[in-house]
């Protein structure tokens, strides 16, 4: 007999956060179980249901016996297992009577392959799990693999969990399976809402536990109905006030977590409080009270926002009035630090950065400070922008670090500089340098726009970089403490996106150089270099690039990120043409007898040819040599390469009619000499013995 599994765990409220995760994965690990015991199929269907005090999964088709089966144990080796007249050895009577096996089973053993050697095999018949028998133990196993970090317990028992576990449900069918889990009794009643709720529920059978909660216990137990409903209602009320609400990475499945039975209603603050930057009321009004801020038609913040209440009622006034009254404080907080702060000044403070430490070893926010000043004006300079309105950016962007708003709301920092300058009259470039220079701050985040603002960026990132590697501060592993892979994918992301005509290797000079003497004691051009190369074979990975067209394009180690999309796109097109492979073939070859070359080869001397074919060979690459340095140089990655493709019936004629390793030395490095030219000439736009590979 089958029919649908149903267990529920009724809890305490359980962490908003990471409900979603704990009430997946406990469905999962579920079914894994019953499929390691053969009650469901591996690939069948489930269904999970997480509320703020209940985890719950849905299990159709669940056997009541598993199906018998035919299981196969390894024995032991053959020659191990007979002597040389093939009767048993001591070794296999033992292990036979160990596992209470006959020994004139031996007979029926079957023989197979284990590797090298024969093996004996026993087939036995193994009887089918009983549900009953085996769920209470699937469930405890679930609930030990769920991700939690921190576990409690309650009361005088020692059972542990993430909050207080009050009931369990474990209906087949319409049958109780009889177990116990945390010390609980398996039953059929569960409860609904806390305060909505007639009482305890008494579930009838497994399928209607969704319509039972719903209809009996004003709780909607699935977690993406319920988030569902809420995004309904958030939108029909958002409609009617003309508005629409502001994003917020999180916030829908946060609040979906925190209630069972949803209803919005619509809050309001005294409009006064719109004279803060609205990034500080809608941070506060999201973080802390978990609230979904109105923006008007121009995206401006309304002095409205849209509460999510876990209570259903007909007059809503108590519950708006205490939201109001709950947010009215927070709001006040944020106009203090606002005005404190304009009252303070911001240019005023640059000078306090000295006096806070950045990192024992890198020296003050002021070090820094100057250090940012003096490469985002070395960037802007080879950019062609106003260096001194640079200079100045770096010299501020980290002062709004002390200001009151930003120590309370850190995710500020950046935005309440650009409003801080706005105010002492700062022209848009520096006040957008102000808030851009963190940009991106995550993958996908948009650039920073203008060229004083992408100074300041990289100038931020290029120097955290240089400095930490330079005392030593590696990122290895999982661990990245700083940031640094962030930083160096955000540097090559503006290099290579912007795109800007910067040398990545300069650019790590000039940032090492700001350091005083003695700061980094480690070494920092090659391994940084080495560390931004590899973030950018796997930016350029993600974005679809084929793996060997990456790798022939980075193994020329490019500092100037900004080609390297023509460089991939003129090996991409390379690829297609006939000659392509064979090309690649031949300079992996050279490559390969270049490296067993002694000494330092001469420039090819055409008195030395004499063979027709090394004659030949030279004359293609004596044309071919200006034409492409002219296409390199002028970034015309792919003629370059089409130029390429009409030296390969020269080289195969080459290869074909001329042994390089000759006994004679001048005759021997003349050869080698114009190998090594024609090496350089294929491998001018990237490593092409690394295609097709």
Known sequence: MNATLLIELLTEELPPKALSRLGETFAQQVHAGLSGHALVPADGACAWFATPRRLAVRVPGVLAVAPDATAFEKIMPVAVALDAAGQPTPALKKKLEAKGIPLDAVAQFERRLDGKSETFFYKAAVKGARLDDVLAGVVADALKKLPIPKVMRWG??????????????????????????????????????????????????????????????????????????????????????????????????????????PAVYVGEFESEYLEVPQECLILTMQQNQKYFPLLDGSKKL????????????????????????????RLADARFFYNQDLKNGFVARAMKLASVVYHNKLGSLGDRANRLSAIAAFVADKLGAESLLARNAGLLCKVDLLTDMVGEFPELQGTMGRYYMQHEGAGPEMCNAMEQHYRPRFAGDVLPEGNVACAVALADKIDALVGFFGIGQIPTGDKDPFGLRRAALGVLRILMEKPLPLDLAELIAEAQASFAEGVLGQPVAGPLLDFMLERLRGLLRDAGHAQDIVEAVLAQRPTRIDLVPSRLAAVRDFLRLPEALALAAANKRIGNILKKAEGELPEPDVALLREPAEKALFERVVLLAPLIKSHVANEDYADALKVLASVRSAVDLFFDEVMVNVEEPMLRANRLGLLKTLFGQLNAVADISKLGV
């Open 156 to 261: 005088d028992s020692d059972h542990q969990f993430v909050r207080p576990v009050h009931g369990l449900v474990m209906l087949h069918g319409d049958r109780v399976v009889p177990g116990e889990v945390l010390g609980l009794a398996s039953g059929r009643v569960t409860r609904g809402h806390r305060f909505l709720s007639g009482g305890d529920i008494v579930l009838e059978h497994a399928d209607a536990y969704a319509d039972a909660l719903r209809a009996q216990g004003k709780v909607i137990a699935g977690f993406a109905e319920r988030r569902a409903a809420i995004a309904t209602q958030l939108d029909a009320r958002a409609r009617e006030l003309n508005a629409t609400i502001n994003p917020a990475d999180g916030l829908l499945d946060e609040v979906t977590a925190l209630v069972e039975w």
């Open 302 to 329: 309304l002095n409205k926002f849209l509460i999510v209440s876990n209570m259903e009622v007909d007059d809503p006034q108590h519950i708006v009035g205490g939201n109001a009254r709950v947010v009215r404080p």
